[in-house]
């Protein structure tokens, strides 16, 4: 059976990965700060698809959490899901800088070190895969959030160009609007985002896997947001970046 680890496993996106791996038959190391919905999640996924699921606890803001999960991610596993992530409600200069501190440490640094463990036991089996769950608004100006998502498919891309093709993938997965609770649990009031703006998690997930499959650099679901990001690269850059701060600012 191959095995995935997934960061962020038990909402939004990283749980809708878990089920989706779990019916591929996947066995699952199920990575999360809730030890309740670890265990209640990895019992549903066993019970459901027969799959071994393995819980870890590790808050991936704090030196013990990235430790642990630096150190699962390097026992051996098949496909990597760096998922796990926040927004934050406010501009920058309102968000206490401890707090941009933790986002640099969720999306960036835990990216790294959890794919910096994983690869050499891919590369020595030759096969592998890493997915690195970005955003669209690492192609826009939006904060630390958007800087952080920024590095991150820097950081994949980087990592594809040094690999050289040695039967191991790492993909930078960059969703827009999705419906899962993101933004709720950042407290954001989406009232103003249009319907057609919102896409489905499933679109999301059946995307990557198939960007994966197919050696896809950077994945984009959904061909409005495909058409987003080609317009953001050919529009003058203050002006996309002025769009990107207004509207932010109405779901702040």
């Given amino acids: ?12 996106i990283g749980a809708g990965f878990a089920r989706r791996l779990a019916s591929d038959g996947f066995d699952l190391v199920l990575v999360a700060r809730d030890t309740a919905r670890l265990e209640r999640t990895a019992a549903e996924l066993h019970d459901r698809y027969g799959v071994a699921t393995e819980t870890l606890r590790a808050d991936l803001s704090t030196d013990e959490g990235l430790a642990a999960a ?10 990597l899901i760096n998922n796990a992530g926040f927004g934050q409600r406010g501009v920058y200069l309102d968000v206490p800088v401890s707090d941009e501190i933790r ?11 959890l794919t910096s463990a994983a690869l050499p036991g891919m590369l020595e089996r030759g096969r592998g895969g890493v997915i690195n769950v970005a955003s669209v608004a690492a192609f826009f100006s939006r904060g630390t959030y958007g800087a952080s998502k920024a590095w991150v498919v820097s950081f994949s891309q980087a990592v594809m160009r040094d690999l050289g093709g040695r039967g191991v993938h790492v993909m930078a997965l960059c969703p827009g609007f999705v419906h899962t609770e ?3 649990r950042a407290g954001m009031n989406m009232d103003g985002i249009p319907g057609f703006m919102w896409i489905d998690q499933d679109l999301v997930i059946d995307t990557a896997l198939r960007d994966l499959r ?33 509207a932010g600012r109405r779901f702040d």
């Fill in 214 to 246: 197919r050696g896809v650099q950077v994945s984009i679901p959904s061909a409005r947001y495909k058409a987003i990001v080609a317009l953001g690269k050919v529009v003058p850059r203050a002006l996309a970046d002025r769009i990107s701060s207004r």
């Fill in 70 to 79: 630096e150190e699962r991610a390097g026992k051996g596993i098949d496909l």
């Fill in 182 to 184: 993101f933004h709720e």
């Fill in 1 to 12: 059976m191959p095995t995935a680890l997934i960061t962020g496993a038990t909402a939004g």
């Fill in 103 to 113: 986002m640099l440490r969720v999306h960036c640094e835990a990216v790294l070190r």
